[in-house]
């Protein structure tokens, strides 16, 4: 960043286009991270940035549970533009503190309306995540905090790597 910040952010726009990188954060003013620098950039200002990492790999499955909270839908949407081309099963469970403050839910939308469980707190409260689990078919993969993906089958015996992150 011009400060000479170094942040990382997910990658959220189409992995072909080797031109523009886009990415989604968070206006918070106030905060630590790099928020109100980023967002003081303008339109066409020039600034250095690294090469992509992938620290969270999509995998071959037969079914997808992805699984956001705020913010946090920004990495996993080039994965579910992926997938919903390729003509996978897939559903999304998003939550955030309210339907206005949920970032990209329109385009979520128009990948498959039926497909996105959106649940904002202030009318929903929080997403039922042992439920939702619990009806995931075996075959299903769902990124996870450690940046993995563990399959459904993982249920039986949970573990680090087998806890979805919200």
């Given at each position: 960043?011009?400060s000479?910040?170094i942040r990382?952010?997910?990658?959220?726009g189409?992995?072909?286009?080797r031109?523009?990188?886009?990415?989604?954060?968070?206006?918070?003013?106030?905060?630590?991270?790099?928020?109100?620098?980023?967002?003081?950039l303008r339109?066409?200002?020039?600034?250095?940035?690294s090469?992509p990492?992938?620290t969270?790999?999509?995998?071959l499955?037969d079914?997808?549970?992805?699984?956001?909270?705020?913010i946090?839908?920004?990495?996993?949407?080039?994965?579910?533009?992926?997938?919903?081309?390729?003509?996978?099963?897939?559903?999304?469970?998003?939550?955030g503190r309210?339907?206005?403050?949920?970032?990209?839910v329109?385009?979520?939308?128009?990948?498959?309306?039926d497909?996105?469980?959106?649940?904002?707190?202030d009318?929903h409260g929080?997403?039922?995540?042992a439920?939702?689990?619990?009806a995931t078919?075996?075959?299903?993969?769902w990124?996870?905090?450690?940046?993995t993906?563990?399959?459904?089958?993982?249920?039986?015996s949970p573990?680090?790597?087998?806890r979805?992150?919200?």
């Open positions: 960043m011009p000479g910040r990382p952010y997910s990658l959220c189409n992995p072909a286009d031109e523009t990188y886009r990415i989604g954060v968070l206006d918070v003013p106030e905060g630590r991270g790099g928020s109100a620098e980023v967002h003081s339109t066409g200002q020039r600034i250095s940035v090469r990492r992938n969270l790999p999509l995998v499955a079914q997808y549970l992805f699984i956001a909270g705020g946090g839908i920004t990495p996993l949407l080039p994965m579910i533009r992926a997938v919903a081309a390729a003509g996978r099963e897939w559903q999304v469970l998003y939550g309210s339907r206005n403050a949920m970032a990209f329109d385009e979520l939308l128009v990948l498959g309306r497909r996105v469980r959106l649940v904002p707190e009318t929080l997403p039922e995540l439920a939702t689990l619990a078919r075996p075959g299903a993969a990124p996870t905090a450690t940046g993906v563990a399959t459904s089958s993982a249920r039986a573990g680090p790597t087998a979805p992150s919200w």
